[in-house]
């Protein structure tokens, strides 16, 4: 572990920028930045976008034409979900996403832009997915890419970059995200902390480390002109890593972008959550309250579903907080080993259905996927199984909503919140509202389907602390 402060003194202070600064380049451009999120939980940082769950042509043309005041609204997020794909399923999904936003475009006179959002701690398709954007403008609108942009940084939930290496908070020490453990993900495991050494080697050294661009703190806070100036040479998708330590630092690479974009440079974004909030120049919106929450809607009475799928430590200890403290909710598992069992897996989804719909006349419900992982060392076997996982989530809650529509709903995991959306609750077309807690966890308001006016809170696995979850609950819960 190293000590932040020790870390950051060889580094010039953070430097103060507006988010109106930012939003004025942003009007200047009149571009809108397609979001391709590769889980729900991209969306946590940022307020009054539009969310697609399908992306066909007329999904983007209702998303163009989403209002923020009198302008288009600065970015609309697609969520494609292929963390939970493998790589030729995911390729082929964001394929069809840009080509269809592209012609989406072109009807409605849009100026786009392309961020790959992923996550974090660096788990996911890369670089597989920004080259598949950046081939995908080649062929279909004849449009290079200089630079492939990576800012995996998440302040808000203690995810920084300093001197090109990704680090996890820990209170005031810092450990190098490849000693954590998502780093040992059975999908998207790696080696290196340091980026460029990252991206040689999920690249299987097709970018050499000594190749790929580094903007340091020294950079960043060294003005617009200085962070133009160092990408000013990009040419086929260079990468270009980039250090972040606070939301300042966003709004400093945000200016430089802009810059060096109006000045010619062809860039996609690999990023994590708040890179967008800053590129787009939206200030941090405070969290949600719980009157917030329900506006506009006619909450019912009974309970909430709060529906846990994710594995990591964290929300293993949040579940636990929860459930310690939330006395009056009902606990209902799934047995992940009886999923497996195909002679087993209909009944005890069928069991659940029932436990969950009687037990929301009388309160919260809180379904949870058993803690014991099911493990692999292949990877499609990996992702099988969280398949076949997801899949009994959300029949689980397809079945509870058309028998007794929740309160809310809350979904906890990144795959987990990607499938009851989409697929759960139906959503085709959502609202984010904001976010339920400062940076991190995002409240969406479904606009079609049969879930219109229920609001839905997207939750990470790896954000908050272990009293997160319940502080979710207790705002939009009856029951307290």
């Not at 009198?70 to 394929?95: C, F, G, H, M, Q």
């Not at 290196?192 to 903007?215: C, I, M, P, Q, W």
Request: hydrophobic share 45%.
């Amino acid at each position: 572990m190293i000590r932040e402060v020790d870390l950051l003194a060889g580094f010039p202070a953070e430097v103060p920028v507006s988010a109106a600064a930012v939003a004025a380049s942003v009007a200047a451009s009149d571009r809108v930045l397609v979001v391709l999120d590769d889980d729900p939980t991209g969306t946590q940082s940022v307020s009054n976008v539009p969310v697609l769950t399908r992306w066909e042509e007329e999904d983007f043309r209702w998303a163009f034409r989403h209002m923020v005041g009198t302008k288009p609204a600065p970015a609309v997020y697609v969520l494609t979900n292929t963390r939970s794909l493998e790589p030729i399923e995911a390729a082929a999904r964001n394929r069809e996403i840009v080509t269809n936003a592209l012609a989406a475009a072109v009807q409605t006179g849009t100026t786009l832009g392309f961020v790959s959002r992923s996550d974090s701690t660096l788990r996911g398709h890369y670089p597989l997915e920004p080259d598949v954007i950046a081939a995908t403008l080649k062929e279909a609108a004849g449009q290079r890419t200089d630079g492939v942009v990576i800012v995996p940084a998440f302040p808000d939930a203690g995810r920084i970059t300093v001197g090109g290496v990704h680090y996890m908070r820990n209170g005031r020490t810092l450990t190098p995200v490849a000693e954590t453990e998502f780093a040992k993900d059975a999908s998207f495991g790696y080696r290196n902390s340091e980026l460029a050494r990252y991206v040689e080697e999920k690249s299987s050294g097709r970018f050499k480390a000594a190749d790929v661009t580094v903007l340091d703190l020294n950079i960043i806070r060294g003005g617009a002109d200085l962070i133009a100036g160092a990408i000013a040479g990009a040419t086929d998708s260079k990468p270009i890593v980039v250090d972040v330590v606070t939301e300042n630092d966003l709004r400093a690479l945000a200016l430089g972008l802009a810059q060096a974009e109006s000045g010619g440079k062809k860039l996609l974004y690999r990023v994590g959550p708040p890179f967008v909030r800053a590129r787009i120049g939206q200030e941090e919106r405070a969290p949600l309250s719980g009157d917030e929450a329900f506006a506009g809607t006619s909450p019912a009475t009974h309970g909430g579903l709060i529906v846990v799928g994710s594995h990591v430590d964290l929300t293993t200890r949040q579940l636990k907080v929860l459930i310690d403290r939330q006395g009056s909710a009902r606990i209902v598992e799934i047995q992940v080993e009886a999923l497996l069992d195909e002679t087993l897996a209909s009944d005890h989804v069928g069991a659940v259905v029932s436990a969950v719909v009687t037990a929301l006349a009388d309160g919260d419900v809180v379904v949870h996927t058993s803690r014991l992982l099911v493990k692999t060392d292949d990877t499609a076997e990996s992702l099988r199984i969280a398949r076949t996982v997801s899949a009994a989530v959300v029949d689980v809650v397809s079945r509870t909503l058309k028998a007794r529509p929740p309160r809310f709903v809350i979904a906890k995991g990144g795959i987990t919140s990607s499938d009851v959306a989409a697929h759960g609750l139906e959503i085709r077309h959502a609202i984010v509202r904001g976010p339920m807690l400062p940076g991190i966890v995002s409240l969406w308001e479904p606009v079609d389907g049969p879930a219109k006016g229920i609001p839905f809170i997207v939750f990470a696995g790896n954000v908050g602390d272990d009293e997160s979850l319940f502080d979710v609950v207790r705002k939009l819960s009856n029951t307290f």
